[in-house]
């Protein structure tokens, strides 16, 4: 009776941690014990280990079996560890070899007939192997082409127990056993939807071009049908394509979640999230009365957060994007773990300008109905949402206007626009105008002359602007002076940033 030893991932949240599992066989009543704080589905594992080893022709000795998960006081959830449970115990009785089970991470579930099974989360877990030093890892076949978007690992894909002996042995007699990487899964290209579809509302096109060149969040208020859906559906397709980390951090989440495309590619096109406004906190916010799962918020991440009819969304949750909006993170606390989301999106919120969706003179709801309606929408959510358009119906003379500008044009001026963020911003720690801290703006060498921000100060003075809002004024004017081609923002960009984000016009809508 022997002892072996393996590594294995497990998730919290969008991140993975290294587990060292170790199995050991004494003598004692037959029994099969683990630690390691493990949740339901991985102390499981035994049960369905045992028969799967079975099926494979070897039969482990009766006695008292220990497996550990160590660390001992990180919480351990899910299936994944079944493999790395399923090598521990063969090693230990001499049917793989140790030293080399020691030094691979496997990851994937095992069925009671000894085949392996995907898991959700490949990505971050390898991710957490290759940063500890390790260099191989298994997996199941049809999470290894994932498993290689992250480089320094070599990547051995299984569909069995037994290609897991075979590829061990082959190792023991010499041969540098290459399992093959299964062919690509086919997939169609997402379809993009581009701004020429949209039909007049020059204004709110602007606007839209706006939040894309600094990353502003955008508030979309008119009667149904205006456009309001389309133009939000259309910010995606004029940002520009994610940097390499940001791909992989978005991809990460889309991999917990289960949610990757077919092609098992890097998500290099910012996400379009949108959430029913039935969604609950945990869906949208992240979380879950077991293991923490990501919300809608992490899934926008460096995307498009989308919240249609916004007034109905619960308040709870509404006030829950408050925190990450600041951040660029939701930090789910339970009693023996916090657990950090990725949350740096760009908020777009559309809504009716009453209950009945009137507006224009044809709305039928009194007064105090009305207002209470966009009442919802708490005052400190509006205040960190840069950009408030009204969108007003179309009208029979915009069907005879010239088509409007296509996604690909709009991108164009938008990439120009952050070109020239990136230049500024070189040295910070941030590159968007809308990441830009307000004493960055409001002192030292990018602090406007006084005349050029006077609008800002009197409104200050008059306490209808606070300070926040005054920061989230002065970033709008320096992407209005960026998508012009300008040095500095001067007093109309200042002027046009306070008017854009008053919303008196808004409510009138």
Same mark, same amino acid.
């Given at each position: 009776?022997?002892?072996?030893?393996?590594?294995?991932?497990?998730?919290?949240?969008?991140?993975? *941690?290294?587990?060292?599992?170790?199995?050991?066989?004494?003598?004692?009543?037959?029994?099969?014990?683990?630690?390691?704080?493990?949740?339901?589905?991985?102390?499981?594992?035994?049960?369905?280990?045992?028969?799967?080893?079975?099926?494979?022709?070897?039969?482990?000795?009766?006695?008292?079996?220990?497996?550990?998960?160590?660390?001992?006081?990180?919480?351990?959830?899910?299936?994944?560890?079944?493999?790395?449970?399923?090598?521990?115990?063969?090693?230990?009785?001499?049917?793989?070899?140790?030293?080399?089970?020691?030094?691979?991470?496997?990851?994937?579930?095992?069925?009671?007939?000894? &085949?392996?099974?995907?898991?959700?989360?490949?990505?971050?877990?390898?991710?957490?192997?290759?940063?500890?030093?390790?260099?191989?890892?298994?997996?199941?076949?049809?999470?290894?082409?994932?498993?290689?978007?992250?480089?320094?690992?070599?990547?051995?894909?299984? +569909?069995?127990?037994?290609?897991?002996? *075979?590829?061990?042995?082959?190792?023991?007699?010499?041969?540098?056993?290459?399992?093959?990487?299964?062919?690509?899964?086919?997939?169609?290209?997402?379809?993009?939807?581009?701004?020429?579809?949209?039909?007049?509302?020059?204004? =709110?096109?602007?606007?839209?071009?706006?939040?894309?060149?600094?990353?502003?969040?955008?508030?979309?208020?008119?009667?149904?049908?205006?456009?309001?859906?389309?133009?939000?559906?259309?910010?995606?397709?004029?940002?520009?394509?994610? &940097?390499?980390?940001?791909?992989?951090?978005? &991809?990460?989440? *889309?991999?917990?979640?289960?949610?990757?495309?077919?092609?098992?590619?890097?998500?290099?096109?910012?996400?379009?999230?949108?959430? *029913?406004?039935? =969604?609950?906190?945990?869906?949208?916010?992240?979380?879950?009365?077991?293991?923490?799962?990501?919300?809608?918020?992490?899934?926008?991440?460096?995307?498009?957060?989308?919240?249609?009819?916004?007034?109905?969304?619960?308040?709870?949750?509404?006030?829950?994007?408050?925190?990450?909006?600041?951040?660029?993170?939701?930090?789910?606390?339970?009693?023996?773990?916090?657990?950090?989301?990725?949350?740096?999106?760009?908020?777009?919120?559309?809504?009716?300008?009453?209950?009945?969706?009137?507006?224009?003179?044809?709305?039928?709801?009194?007064?105090?109905?009305?207002?209470?309606?966009?009442?919802?929408?708490?005052?400190?959510?509006?205040?960190?949402?840069?950009?408030?358009?009204?969108?007003?119906?179309?009208? +029979?003379?915009?069907? =005879?206007?010239?088509?409007?500008?296509?996604?690909? &044009?709009?991108?164009?001026?938008?990439?120009? =626009?952050?070109?020239?963020?990136?230049? +500024?911003? +070189?040295?910070?720690?941030?590159?968007?105008?809308?990441?830009?801290?307000?004493?960055?703006?409001?002192?030292?060498?990018?602090?406007?002359?006084?005349?050029?921000?006077?609008?800002?100060?009197?409104?200050?003075?008059?306490?209808?602007?606070?300070?926040?809002?005054?920061?989230?004024?002065?970033?709008?004017?320096?992407?209005?002076?960026?998508?012009?081609?300008?040095?500095?923002?001067?007093?109309?960009?200042?002027?046009?940033?306070?008017?854009?984000?008053?919303?008196?016009?808004?409510?009138?809508?």
């Amino acid at each position: 009776m022997g002892f072996a030893q393996t590594r294995g991932v497990t998730l919290s949240g969008v991140e993975g *941690h290294v587990v060292t599992v170790e199995a050991q066989c004494s003598s004692g009543l037959p029994v099969f014990v683990m630690s390691g704080l493990a949740d339901t589905a991985c102390r499981q594992a035994p049960d369905r280990v045992r028969p799967a080893i079975r099926n494979l022709g070897v039969t482990l000795p009766q006695g008292r079996w220990t497996v550990n998960l160590s660390p001992a006081g990180l919480p351990k959830v899910g299936s994944g560890l079944d493999l790395a449970v399923a090598a521990a115990l063969l090693a230990s009785e001499g049917h793989l070899d140790r030293d080399q089970v020691a030094r691979t991470v496997h990851i994937g579930e095992v069925g009671l007939d000894g &085949t392996i099974r995907p898991v959700a989360g490949v990505l971050p877990m390898v991710a957490a192997a290759a940063a500890a030093g390790v260099q191989d890892v298994m997996v199941h076949a049809a999470g290894a082409r994932e498993a290689a978007l992250v480089s320094g690992v070599r990547v051995h894909p299984v +569909r069995t127990l037994e290609e897991v002996r *075979h590829f061990y042995e082959a190792r023991s007699a010499g041969v540098d056993a290459v399992l093959p990487m299964p062919d690509p899964a086919p997939c169609d290209p997402p379809r993009v939807a581009d701004l020429a579809e949209v039909v007049g509302q020059a204004v =709110a096109r602007s606007a839209v071009e706006l939040a894309a060149a600094g990353g502003h969040n955008l508030m979309l208020v008119g009667p149904p049908g205006a456009g309001k859906t389309m133009l939000a559906e259309r910010l995606p397709g004029i940002l520009p394509p994610l &940097t390499q980390d940001d791909a992989l951090a978005v &991809t990460a989440v *889309h991999s917990v979640l289960g949610l990757l495309p077919a092609g098992d590619a890097l998500l290099t096109t910012p996400q379009f999230v949108a959430p *029913h406004h039935s =969604a609950s906190m945990a869906a949208v916010i992240g979380g879950g009365s077991g293991s923490v799962r990501p919300g809608a918020v992490s899934r926008a991440h460096r995307g498009v957060l989308f919240l249609d009819e916004a007034p109905e969304f619960r308040r709870d949750v509404l006030d829950g994007l408050r925190q990450p909006l600041e951040s660029g993170e939701v930090v789910i606390a339970r009693a023996d773990r916090h657990v950090r989301l990725p949350a740096r999106f760009q908020l777009v919120l559309a809504a009716n300008p009453c209950p009945c969706g009137g507006g224009n003179g044809r709305c039928v709801c009194a007064p105090a109905r009305r207002a209470r309606y966009l009442a919802r929408l708490s005052g400190p959510l509006l205040d960190r949402v840069d950009i408030k358009v009204a969108v007003h119906p179309v009208a +029979r003379a915009d069907l =005879a206007l010239a088509r409007g500008e296509a996604s690909a &044009t709009v991108a164009q001026r938008v990439d120009r =626009a952050r070109q020239r963020q990136r230049v +500024r911003w +070189r040295d910070r720690p941030w590159s968007l105008n809308a990441e830009a801290p307000g004493s960055a703006l409001r002192q030292g060498p990018w602090q406007l002359a006084p005349r050029d921000r006077r609008p800002l100060d009197d409104a200050l003075d008059r306490g209808t602007l606070t300070l926040r809002g005054l920061d989230r004024c002065l970033r709008v004017a320096w992407t209005l002076a960026d998508l012009e081609g300008a040095d500095r923002p001067t007093h109309p960009h200042v002027h046009q940033a306070l008017t854009m984000r008053d919303a008196q016009g808004v409510k009138a809508a």
